[in-house]
């Protein structure tokens, strides 16, 4: 007879806080601790024990999501790092060296305020596509960092301007120091191994499944298979072989709207 396990999956919209590493591989501190800490479980009528445990461990006001969509789909460091990482390396040759290490957040620019509103923008239209899903616990880029308050006569220049202006986000661009001196992009960092095929690239597979044209995910996504060979396009197709191991709804047989539907409706 085989015993059936069982487990419970949680999952939050962002980190808890900021931190900054204080000994690499060893510790870091926890730095301007959020507000709230907004989270889903699979199966959902676990997520109140999980806002229980996670409000009591890390002392802070924990909120229930209506949906794991909810968590999947937050326009966080898949949209973020990835549309940032574009704007600084979009151009970039193999051997290039740089003479300064790039800052990440402290130099953004308008292109990638561009990409980043760019996919942000799909994102929503993917979830327009899912009426049956409760989102309202989702805000979109340009209301998360609350815009409308900055001076600028674009919403791009008004982005630019205010993540230019976060100070706790100020840090470095994944870049490695040479024995010259010089400075190199790290593609062994998380922002390069994780947030494209394991974030942005589920994403774009949502897009996909909602029939959803997504031009700037595309373009970043498209950059990033060309300079890692990861084979996720075949010409203008995102159905490159290189997607068989990466979680996209695709690979669990998710194929329209209806088929997420089932699917989430099942789990939850």
Not at 104 to 124: A, H, I, P, R, T
Not at 222 to 244: A, M, P, R, T
Request: charged letters at 25%.
């Amino acid at each position: 007879m085989v015993e059936e396990k069982r487990c419970v999956v949680v999952g939050s919209q962002r980190v808890p806080s900021g931190t900054k590493v204080t000994k690499r591989g060893a510790s870091v501190d926890a730095l301007d601790k959020r507000k709230d800490l907004r989270i889903a479980s699979i199966p959902q009528k676990y997520c109140s024990d999980a806002c229980e445990f996670f409000a009591d461990v890390l002392e802070i006001k924990t909120i229930g999501l209506p949906n794991y969509l909810s968590v999947t789909f937050t326009p966080s460091n898949p949209i973020l790092h990835t549309s940032r990482l574009y704007g600084l390396f979009h151009d970039y040759v193999k051997g290039q060296e740089y003479d300064t290490h790039l800052s990440f957040y402290k130099n953004w620019d308008d292109l990638s305020s561009e990409m980043l509103l760019g996919c942000d923008n799909e994102l929503k239209q993917c979830m327009d596509k899912l009426p049956m899903f409760d989102f309202s616990g989702i805000q979109l880029l340009k209301y998360h960092y609350e815009i409308d308050s900055i001076v600028g006569n674009t919403d791009v220049v008004r982005m630019t301007r205010k993540i230019q202006s976060l100070i706790y986000l100020k840090d470095y661009a994944p870049m490695i120091k040479t024995e010259y001196g010089k400075f190199v992009p790290d593609f062994s960092s998380r922002y390069f191994v994780e947030d494209f095929p394991f974030g942005l690239a589920i994403l774009k597979g949502f897009c996909a499944v909602c029939g959803v044209d997504t031009p700037y995910m595309d373009k970043v996504l498209v950059w990033y298979d060309k300079l890692y060979e990861s084979d996720f396009y075949i010409e203008d197709n995102f159905i490159g072989k290189g997607l068989k191991n990466i979680p996209i709804p695709q690979n669990y047989g998710l194929k329209d709207v209806f088929d997420i539907q089932h699917f989430y409706q099942n789990i939850e």
